[in-house]
Protein backbone atom coordinates (compact mmCIF):
# COMPACT_ATOMS: atom_id res chain seq x y z
CA UNK A 1 0.00 0.00 0.00
CA UNK A 2 1.35 3.53 -0.62
CA UNK A 3 0.69 6.34 1.03
CA UNK A 4 0.23 9.97 -0.35
CA UNK A 5 3.39 11.75 -1.69
CA UNK A 6 4.91 8.50 -2.75
CA UNK A 7 5.71 7.63 1.58
CA UNK A 8 4.92 3.76 2.11
CA UNK A 9 1.99 3.23 5.01
CA UNK A 10 4.15 2.44 7.91
CA UNK A 11 5.97 5.79 7.10
CA UNK A 12 3.19 7.53 7.00
CA UNK A 13 1.92 6.13 10.11
CA UNK A 14 5.64 6.50 11.71
CA UNK A 15 5.11 10.33 10.40
CA UNK A 16 1.78 11.39 11.97
CA UNK A 17 2.02 9.18 15.20
CA UNK A 18 5.01 10.73 15.81
CA UNK A 19 3.38 14.28 16.69
CA UNK A 20 0.07 12.93 18.29
CA UNK A 21 2.21 9.89 20.31
CA UNK A 22 4.04 13.18 22.23
CA UNK A 23 0.78 14.56 23.29
CA UNK A 24 -0.83 11.21 24.67
CA UNK A 25 2.68 10.41 25.64
CA UNK A 26 2.39 14.47 27.88
CA UNK A 27 -1.27 12.71 29.04
CA UNK A 28 0.38 9.81 31.11
CA UNK A 29 2.89 12.57 32.06
CA UNK A 30 -0.38 14.68 33.52
CA UNK A 31 -1.70 11.99 35.35
CA UNK A 32 1.61 11.08 37.07
CA UNK A 33 2.35 14.26 37.30
CA UNK A 34 -0.72 15.04 39.41
CA UNK A 35 -0.24 11.57 41.60
CA UNK A 36 3.20 13.15 42.29
CA UNK A 37 2.10 16.16 43.73
CA UNK A 38 -0.37 14.73 45.55
CA UNK A 39 1.84 12.07 47.26
CA UNK A 40 4.01 15.37 48.01
CA UNK A 41 0.50 17.11 49.73
CA UNK A 42 0.26 14.64 51.17
CA UNK A 43 3.93 13.94 52.87
CA UNK A 44 4.02 18.18 53.32
CA UNK A 45 1.04 17.93 55.71
CA UNK A 46 2.15 15.36 57.81
CA UNK A 47 5.37 16.51 58.00
CA UNK A 48 3.81 20.33 59.32
CA UNK A 49 1.39 17.85 61.41
CA UNK A 50 -1.63 19.84 60.17
CA UNK A 51 -5.22 18.55 59.23
CA UNK A 52 -4.89 14.97 57.77
CA UNK A 53 -4.54 15.45 53.34
CA UNK A 54 -6.85 12.78 52.52
CA UNK A 55 -5.97 11.69 49.06
CA UNK A 56 -8.28 9.27 49.36
CA UNK A 57 -8.94 6.57 46.70
CA UNK A 58 -11.14 7.66 44.34
CA UNK A 59 -8.44 10.00 42.29
CA UNK A 60 -5.81 7.91 41.91
CA UNK A 61 -7.77 5.05 40.52
CA UNK A 62 -9.30 7.53 38.07
CA UNK A 63 -5.80 8.12 36.98
CA UNK A 64 -4.91 4.71 36.56
CA UNK A 65 -7.95 3.83 34.59
CA UNK A 66 -7.35 6.80 32.10
CA UNK A 67 -3.77 5.48 31.96
CA UNK A 68 -4.88 2.26 31.01
CA UNK A 69 -7.28 3.36 28.47
CA UNK A 70 -4.47 5.49 26.87
CA UNK A 71 -2.39 2.64 26.99
CA UNK A 72 -5.62 0.74 24.85
CA UNK A 73 -5.65 3.70 22.39
CA UNK A 74 -2.28 3.14 21.37
CA UNK A 75 -2.55 -0.05 20.85
CA UNK A 76 -5.37 0.53 19.17
CA UNK A 77 -2.94 2.68 16.64
CA UNK A 78 -0.98 0.03 15.94
CA UNK A 79 -3.72 -2.19 15.02
CA UNK A 80 -4.94 0.11 12.60
CA UNK A 81 -1.66 1.70 11.36
CA UNK A 82 -2.08 0.07 7.39
CA UNK A 83 -5.03 2.21 7.67
CA UNK A 84 -3.77 5.38 8.76
CA UNK A 85 -1.86 7.59 6.14
CA UNK A 86 -1.04 11.52 6.34
CA UNK A 87 -4.60 12.67 5.30
CA UNK A 88 -6.34 15.76 6.29
CA UNK A 89 -8.99 13.33 8.24
CA UNK A 90 -6.48 11.18 9.96
CA UNK A 91 -4.61 14.43 11.23
CA UNK A 92 -7.80 16.02 12.65
CA UNK A 93 -9.02 12.32 14.35
CA UNK A 94 -5.57 11.78 15.77
CA UNK A 95 -5.64 15.53 17.54
CA UNK A 96 -9.12 15.01 18.85
CA UNK A 97 -8.26 11.70 20.52
CA UNK A 98 -4.70 13.31 21.66
CA UNK A 99 -5.85 16.38 22.56
CA UNK A 100 -8.97 14.71 24.74
CA UNK A 101 -6.63 12.40 26.20
CA UNK A 102 -4.44 14.94 27.43
CA UNK A 103 -7.28 17.35 28.63
CA UNK A 104 -9.39 14.64 30.60
CA UNK A 105 -5.65 13.81 31.94
CA UNK A 106 -5.25 17.26 33.00
CA UNK A 107 -8.63 17.52 34.94
CA UNK A 108 -7.64 14.40 37.07
CA UNK A 109 -5.06 15.70 39.81
CA UNK A 110 -5.87 19.47 41.14
CA UNK A 111 -3.08 22.00 39.79
CA UNK A 112 -2.45 22.37 43.62
CA UNK A 113 -3.62 19.37 45.50
CA UNK A 114 -3.44 21.87 48.73
CA UNK A 115 -6.38 23.74 47.86
CA UNK A 116 -8.02 20.50 47.96
CA UNK A 117 -7.71 18.97 51.77
CA UNK A 118 -10.28 15.91 50.22
CA UNK A 119 -9.49 14.86 46.92
CA UNK A 120 -12.72 13.12 46.80
CA UNK A 121 -14.59 16.44 46.65
CA UNK A 122 -12.28 17.21 43.34
CA UNK A 123 -12.75 13.55 41.71
CA UNK A 124 -16.94 14.57 42.25
CA UNK A 125 -16.07 17.73 40.38
CA UNK A 126 -14.37 16.33 37.28
CA UNK A 127 -15.49 12.86 37.05
CA UNK A 128 -18.20 13.32 34.71
CA UNK A 129 -16.08 14.97 31.86
CA UNK A 130 -13.52 12.67 32.35
CA UNK A 131 -15.90 9.33 31.34
CA UNK A 132 -17.85 11.35 29.31
CA UNK A 133 -14.45 12.00 27.44
CA UNK A 134 -13.86 8.71 27.47
CA UNK A 135 -17.12 7.32 26.09
CA UNK A 136 -16.84 9.82 23.32
CA UNK A 137 -13.88 8.57 22.57
CA UNK A 138 -14.59 4.66 22.45
CA UNK A 139 -17.62 4.90 20.41
CA UNK A 140 -15.53 6.55 18.01
CA UNK A 141 -12.90 4.10 17.95
CA UNK A 142 -15.11 1.55 17.57
CA UNK A 143 -16.99 2.85 14.72
CA UNK A 144 -13.87 3.67 12.85
CA UNK A 145 -13.12 -0.02 13.40
CA UNK A 146 -16.04 -1.29 12.18
CA UNK A 147 -15.97 0.87 8.50
CA UNK A 148 -12.41 -0.66 8.18
CA UNK A 149 -12.25 -4.07 5.94
CA UNK A 150 -11.91 -7.39 8.19
CA UNK A 151 -12.42 -5.61 11.38
CA UNK A 152 -16.36 -5.54 11.23
CA UNK A 153 -16.33 -9.40 12.07
CA UNK A 154 -14.07 -9.37 14.73
CA UNK A 155 -15.31 -6.92 16.33
CA UNK A 156 -18.92 -8.39 16.14
CA UNK A 157 -17.67 -11.43 18.12
CA UNK A 158 -19.43 -12.67 21.11
CA UNK A 159 -16.26 -11.59 23.40
CA UNK A 160 -16.05 -8.12 22.00
CA UNK A 161 -19.10 -7.34 21.99
CA UNK A 162 -19.56 -8.63 26.12
CA UNK A 163 -16.55 -6.59 26.28
CA UNK A 164 -17.94 -3.39 25.06
CA UNK A 165 -21.22 -3.71 26.54
CA UNK A 166 -19.90 -4.12 29.92
CA UNK A 167 -17.29 -0.95 29.09
CA UNK A 168 -19.51 1.19 28.27
CA UNK A 169 -22.15 0.05 31.30
CA UNK A 170 -19.04 0.59 33.39
CA UNK A 171 -18.91 4.43 32.04
CA UNK A 172 -22.59 5.12 32.41
CA UNK A 173 -22.25 3.61 36.02
CA UNK A 174 -19.08 6.24 36.73
CA UNK A 175 -21.19 8.87 35.63
CA UNK A 176 -23.89 8.42 37.13
CA UNK A 177 -23.18 6.70 40.64
CA UNK A 178 -23.21 8.43 43.94
CA UNK A 179 -20.88 7.88 46.76
CA UNK A 180 -17.67 6.98 47.62
CA UNK A 181 -17.83 3.27 48.02
CA UNK A 182 -19.88 3.03 44.78
CA UNK A 183 -17.49 4.77 42.95
CA UNK A 184 -14.27 2.92 43.92
CA UNK A 185 -16.05 -0.57 42.89
CA UNK A 186 -16.99 0.80 39.39
CA UNK A 187 -13.19 2.56 39.11
CA UNK A 188 -12.11 -0.94 40.69
CA UNK A 189 -14.02 -2.83 37.70
CA UNK A 190 -12.56 -0.62 34.88
CA UNK A 191 -9.24 -0.95 35.98
CA UNK A 192 -9.72 -4.67 36.51
CA UNK A 193 -10.88 -4.92 33.00
CA UNK A 194 -7.78 -4.15 31.68
CA UNK A 195 -5.14 -5.13 33.94
CA UNK A 196 -7.00 -8.49 33.19
CA UNK A 197 -6.78 -7.97 29.48
CA UNK A 198 -2.92 -7.13 29.13
CA UNK A 199 -1.90 -10.11 31.75
CA UNK A 200 -4.15 -12.81 29.96
Same mark, same amino acid.
Given at each position: ?? +? ?21 ? &? ?24 ? +? ?44 ? +? ?45 ? &?????? &? ?29 ? +? ?18
Amino acid at each position: MI +APWGVTATDSFNFVFSLFGLLIG &FSLVEVLGGLARTLEARMGAARREER +AFHAGWLTPLLGLFVMLDVLSFWGSAWVAREHLSMTGPVLLGGLFF +AGSYYLAAHLIFPGEPTDWPDLDDHYFLVRRPVFAAIMILATVQLTF &FLTLPG &FAEAMLGPVVLISAVSFYVLLLAGLLVRGTT +ANIIVLTLLTLRYLIHYLI
